[in-house]
């Protein structure tokens, strides 16, 4: 036990030591979680808009008025011509144009063929399709209030009610992902390249001669790396509540439950990584490239999973940040208990048993 | 023109002063043993004196050039060897030594031929394939110091050259180096192994920093009355504070 | 010069006899192109549905009918009351719930008027808003058709509006793969050509190969560029991979011209891997140039507008997105394949990323010490 102890704190002065990563690994998580926070974003407010109007007429100015005032479009300006319409899309000064046809309220009036147009750059389909939406409802809107559209009389009133997070910010989304990529990052990646390192510098070889069983040594070396993880996993949820304010809901407790959980699989993924490579260089890319990013395209930590073809949707139950994700999205943002991760819970709890078991088997007491 | 003059070099980091104000001068094909504890600073010096480390102050001249104004004239001049012998492990044997005489702007059609007659030299001819990571401690020594005089420079530095080798291939090794000698390459090598002092021409003992004696073996012996160098050494050890 | 034809024979000799890199230059842009484009998209589709039908008249049957019939709901769950619907979302069965109250045709028929319930799980808000929206638009759609049912055509009391017309310019289809296959293709080479040359160098560094070369008579921009060389060509090699893969497999043809692409590809890659190198100097431990590398990437790839707009962003953050090479290259690469832009269009994003060459570059050869 005494072995243990001292190897546990050598490692940790490697660490501590090695001021420039001890910062790293503290700061960049809040970093992360702020910029990933506030950055990535699916609202849309203030898009730039241009006019085209052959008409100009109060109704085309009502509706351009409209369009204005609400909080997600600001005019940009009109255009003279129909040339300059390739123009201002091919720079990007705007996300939308609209187009009136000639005598636009007249035949509004009389004709029934008035018509708006709303040409947005379909570049980007989601922010595409948002803004019509929102152009739509507004012109609609308009046209209710001035007249020209009175109200069906009969009527169905939908009530909605948008649960959990009634402002739809896209925080409440990502703040969970972001938890576990940032625990990802630091217990698998961190762990594998350091243990990877011990073999490439060959002072493993001083370990492995100890006494002390395979278990214990693996453990002294995965010691730190937990304890920063505590330590991140507290930093990160005080900026999510009191920065992002995204909130706790659920029960604090069992959240932390559920990430040591998961902090045991991400540790136990490092290990399993470092036991089949034998540089650090490989140690990093192949955690890069084959678990981090994986993790963040495919574990429903941005994009969501239901989307994806079915194959990939297999693809994603074996991402432990997947299950880590979902739980956490259910405590925290819709405060359920227990029953409702239980299925979570034991995958996460299986997947540990299994990565812990085949990396100790893995892990090579004696040297090639 | 002396192949290595220093004035008064001294580094210091911080409050620590590594090398305090060393004098010496090593002639032209001489074996210049730069002996010291670990920690005394011999390797500190040397770096100095290739133009790796700017001193604090004090004057340096190498194959008579400034170390402070020109030490990349300094680096075209000299061959070094470090104390892990540096080569690239995933390159073979021939390719080190062509990367380095390329380097040192030996002409490219010399290169394969010179390849050839120091693998000759060294009985090296079958490894001239071999990855330098198979290559057994001793052979990655020999081809390390043969890397670092490929281009015949007039200075070779070597810092702890022989670590971790038996005493039968540290023998070899200095075969090499006295090969080198009558060439003319002036060798200018650090270490802590005193036996090999005594395969030096002259010899200067770094203690804390400050070179303590600077002789012959010969004359040194006499003067501390010793039988070998491993007993002059103990004598200045016992002074010492920094080991 | 003659000393770096010598360091790029030694350069490409060790990249080629790494087991791992040359595959995984080609490997990681070929899978990450192939599967990535699936995955990536904010599609709102096949939602999630619990209805909750206290009336059970013609008219709620009708209505649900029509939500069906719709192709953006599936009904998978059909519940009592609210709160056992709410269980369904809780366990994420169902997304939005609608809730259809009793006498709603008794109220429809008599009063004219009636309501019903939907409740969204918002967690997703994308999700949420858009699901809510669709189901609201079925309604609208669903009174319509009552009221002509009922009292005839609405047209009487309704004087004819506008008509509204959405066009989507560049992307009709509104499909995902032209919006991700460039970033994508961005991503992969700015973790190629950023990660390598900086995790080469580090690695050298700790081998104390460094060390031997700074003892020779190379200069430092002549070492620097050997090392990039090899990377910059790698950068290629992802660069026309992916431009292959987008055209073969996801059918995008550059409308520009594809030599813009790849003149701003050869700036960018300058910018980035001088980036690496900067990171590299500073780092002693591969550990270290790790772990800032990484770091820098990913905030670059998220907040450079790859997946998510900057004009979404708060202005902060906006401000940050503007110090990315990437912003830049990803506007290109997308202006370039979808709009045509052309050389002159793309003058300021030129610009830019000529400034983040020259500035690494710079930074990264004053900060490379031979000595200290």
Redesign the interface.
């Known amino acids: 036990m005494r072995q243990f102890l001292i190897f546990t704190q050598k490692e940790f002065y490697h660490i501590l030591r090695d001021r420039w990563t001890t910062v790293l690994l503290l700061i960049l998580p809040i970093a992360m979680i702020l910029l990933f926070g506030f950055g990535i974003t699916t609202e849309i407010k203030n898009t730039r808009f241009a006019v085209y109007d052959m008409s100009h007429d109060m109704a085309t100015r009502g509706i351009v008025n409209k369009l204005e005032t609400s909080e997600y479009f600001t005019l940009e300006g009109y255009l003279d011509h129909p040339g300059q319409i390739e123009g201002i899309f091919k720079r990007k000064k705007i996300g939308m144009l609209v187009v009136f046809g000639e005598r636009f309220y007249e035949n509004q009036l009389h004709s029934g063929d008035a018509q708006v147009q709303l040409i947005t750059d379909g570049t980007d389909p989601n922010t595409a399709s948002t803004l019509t939406n929102y152009a739509t409802n507004l012109i609609r809107e308009y046209q209710q209030e001035s007249g020209t559209l009175s109200p069906l009389p009969i009527q169905i009133l939908p009530q909605v009610k948008l649960l959990y997070n009634p402002t739809m910010k896209s925080a409440y989304n990502i703040v969970p992902g972001v938890i576990g990529m940032v625990l990802m990052l630091v217990c698998a990646m961190m762990t594998s390249v350091s243990l990877a390192r011990e073999k490439e510098m060959g002072t493993m070889e001083v370990i492995l001669v100890s006494p002390m069983p395979p278990l214990l040594i693996v453990l002294s070396k995965v010691v730190p790396y937990f304890t920063i993880s505590m330590i991140n996993l507290f930093n990160v949820l005080l900026l999510a509540v009191f920065v992002l304010e995204v909130p706790i809901v659920g029960n604090l407790f069992l959240l932390i439950f559920v990430s040591l959980l998961f902090i045991f699989v991400a540790l136990a993924l490092g290990i399993l990584i470092s036991t089949l490579v034998q540089t650090q260089l490989v140690a990093l890319l192949a955690s890069v490239m084959g678990l981090l990013l994986p993790v963040v395209m495919l574990s429903g930590l941005m994009f969501p999973i239901e989307n994806m073809p079915v194959v990939l949707q297999y693809v994603a139950q074996i991402i432990p940040a997947k299950w880590y994700i979902e739980a956490m999205r259910n405590v925290m943002i819709k405060g359920l208990g227990i029953s409702a991760i239980i299925k979570e819970v034991l995958v996460l709890a299986l997947m540990a048993v299994v990565l812990i078991t085949i990396s100790l088997k893995k892990f090579k007491i004696r040297l090639e | 023109m002396k192949a290595i003059a220093a004035h008064n070099l001294t580094k210091r980091f911080g409050s620590f002063t590594a090398v305090d104000s060393i004098s010496f001068e090593v002639d032209k094909g001489e074996i210049f043993g730069f002996l010291g504890a670990n920690g005394a600073g011999k390797t500190t010096a040397m770096r100095m004196l290739c133009g790796l480390l700017i001193p604090t102050s004090g004057a340096g001249q190498v194959a008579g050039h400034d170390i402070y104004k020109n030490p990349e004239q300094v680096k075209a001049n000299i061959g070094y060897m470090s104390q892990k012998f540096a080569l690239y492990e995933d390159l073979k044997v021939w390719e080190n030594l062509r990367l380095y005489g390329g380097i040192y702007g030996v002409p490219a059609e010399e290169i394969d031929g010179k390849i050839d007659i120091l693998l000759k030299r060294l009985g090296f001819e079958e490894e001239k394939n071999t990855m330098v990571r198979s290559l057994p401690l001793g052979w990655k020594q020999k081809l390390a110091f043969s890397a670092a005089i490929f281009h015949e420079p007039q200075i070779v530095f070597l810092d702890e050259p022989t670590g971790g080798v038996d005493p039968v291939a540290r023998r070899q090794f200095w075969e090499l180096i006295y090969d080198a000698s009558d060439r003319g390459i002036t060798v200018f090598v650090t270490t802590h192994y005193m036996d090999e002092a005594e395969y030096c021409d002259r010899v200067s003992i770094m203690v804390d920093g400050r070179i303590e004696v600077l002789d012959s073996p010969a004359q040194m012996k006499k003067t501390f009355q010793a039988d070998t160098m491993d007993e002059v050494f103990q004598q200045l050890a016992r002074k010492a504070e920094r080991t | 010069m003659?000393?770096l034809?010598?360091?790029l024979?030694?350069e490409f000799?060790?990249f080629f006899?790494?087991s791992?890199l040359p595959r995984?230059v080609i490997m990681?842009p070929l899978t990450?192109l192939l599967?990535?484009p699936?995955?990536?998209?904010?599609?709102v589709?096949?939602i999630n549905l619990s209805v909750v039908d206290h009336d059970k008249s013609t008219f709620s049957r009708e209505l649900l009918q029509k939500v069906q019939s719709s192709g953006y709901f599936r009904v998978t769950d059909v519940s009592p009351d609210y709160a056992s619907a709410l269980k369904s979302?809780?366990?994420?069965e169902s997304d939005v719930i609608l809730e259809i109250p009793s006498h709603f045709e008794k109220n429809?028929v008599r009063e004219?008027?009636?309501?019903?319930?939907?409740?969204?799980?918002?967690?997703?808000?994308?999700?949420?808003?858009?699901g809510?929206?669709y189901?609201?638009a079925i309604?609208?759609e669903?009174?319509?058709a009552?009221?002509t049912k009922?009292?005839g055509d609405?047209g009487r009391?309704?004087?004819?509006?506008?008509?509204?017309?959405?066009?989507?310019?560049?992307?009709?289809g509104?499909?995902?793969s032209?919006?991700m296959v460039p970033a994508i293709m961005v991503m992969v080479l700015a973790?190629i050509s950023g990660?390598l040359p900086a995790?080469n160098i580090v690695?050298e560094k700790e081998?104390?190969?460094i060390?031997?070369m700074?003892?020779?008579?190379?200069?430092k921009r002549t070492f620097i560029i050997s090392k990039l060389i090899p990377y910059w060509l790698a950068g290629y090699v992802v660069l026309t991979i992916g431009i292959l893969v987008a055209l073969l497999v996801w059918r995008l043809f550059p409308v520009g011209f594809v030599g813009t692409i790849y003149l701003f590809a050869t700036i960018f890659l300058l910018g980035f891997s001088g980036f690496g190198l900067v990171v590299s100097n500073y780092?002693?431990?591969?550990?270290?140039a790790?772990?800032?590398m990484?770091?820098f990437v990913?905030?670059f790839i998220?907040?450079s507008g790859l997946?998510?707009?900057v004009?979404?962003?708060?202005g902060?953050?906006q401000m940050?997105s503007n110090f990315s090479p990437m912003k830049y290259i990803i506007?290109v690469l997308?202006?370039v394949y979808?709009?045509?832009?052309g050389f002159n269009?793309l003058l300021p994003q030129f610009w830019a990323l000529c400034g983040f060459a020259l500035f690494f570059n710079g930074w990264a050869v004053l900060s490379y010490r031979?000595?200290?």
């Open positions: 003659k000393m034809r010598f360091l024979e030694k000799k060790q006899r790494n791992f995984m990681f990450a599967i990535y699936l995955v990536a998209n904010f599609e589709k096949n979302v809780e366990l994420d429809l004219m008027k009636a309501d019903l319930m939907i409740s969204a799980n918002a967690v997703n808000g994308n999700k949420g808003g858009l809510t929206a189901l609201v309604v609208n669903y009174n319509s009552i009221t009922l009292l609405p009391f309704r004087a004819p509006a506008a008509e509204i017309l959405p066009l989507f310019r560049y992307n009709p509104l499909l995902y032209v919006f973790m990660f995790l690695g081998k104390g190969t060390e031997q700074n003892v020779t008579p190379v200069r780092a002693v431990t591969v550990q270290q790790m772990f800032m990484f770091f990913l905030t998220f907040m997946y998510t707009p004009e979404n962003m708060p902060w953050a940050i506007e997308r202006r979808l709009k045509g832009s269009d031979k000595n200290s």
